[in-house]
């Protein structure tokens, strides 16, 4: 536990500007999505953007080119939770259909072994089907996260506990701190959806097309 913690601090002094609001912003955004609150996504667009930078400077060129499609993925959602349904309401939370499960497993698994395969017979990438792994499935949880679907919350739950035990293994104590936190908002924002699901029964059919 001692060598936990001079780990952690030596992170955190070692840590810059950017490293600080990152870490802030992609919390503040984590909660606000739990809240259901539309904010979630400017601000994950910022978090974004300073972890493109962070990224950019430990030259780690795909995880910051990542951050390009989750700032797509952050304005489309913004737009979803904003845009009006045929009901004239707004993106209430629903289910998903089991048709979409199977489109974006299919798509997550063949993300998972293409990148995987070119990661490692390319780069000197560590753990690359881990690691690929966990990207696609943090791109899965962001879509259903922008469609207000209630399992974006325990695809997040998973991969953030895959993510803990990736960025430990890496040296990166203050992420991995950061992920164990995620977890714990995760577990929040599935109840919390889940409670506003059950509020509004006639509001949050799982439709098929969704």
């Not at 870490?23 to 493109?52: D, H, K």
Request: hydrophobic share 60%; proline share 2%.
């Amino acid at each position: 536990m001692a060598s936990f913690w001079l780990e952690f601090w030596t992170a955190l002094r070692a840590s810059s500007v950017y490293d600080v609001w990152g870490f802030i912003t992609g919390l503040l955004c984590v909660w606000l999505a739990a809240r259901e609150s539309v904010w979630n996504f400017p601000v994950a667009i910022v978090a974004c953007v300073i972890a493109g930078i962070v990224y950019f400077q430990a030259k780690l060129y795909s995880d910051m080119g990542l951050q390009v499609v989750f700032v797509a993925l952050a304005f489309y959602g913004w737009w979803m939770w904003l845009r009006k349904g045929p009901a004239q309401g707004q993106l209430h939370v629903s289910t998903t259909s089991w048709r979409w499960w199977v489109v974006l497993a299919a798509l997550a698994v063949g993300f998972t072994l293409i990148a995987g395969y070119l990661f490692e017979t390319y780069t000197d990438a560590a753990a690359p089907y881990w690691d690929n792994g966990a990207t696609a499935v943090s791109l899965v949880a962001q879509f259903l996260l922008t469609r207000k679907k209630l399992e974006n919350w325990l695809l997040w739950i998973a991969v953030d506990i895959l993510y803990v035990v990736l960025y430990w293994h890496r040296g990166l104590a203050l992420f991995s701190v950061e992920y164990v936190i995620f977890i714990g908002l995760a577990v929040y924002g599935y109840w919390e959806w889940r409670r506003l699901r059950r509020a509004a029964p006639a509001l949050s059919t799982p439709l098929s097309a969704a």
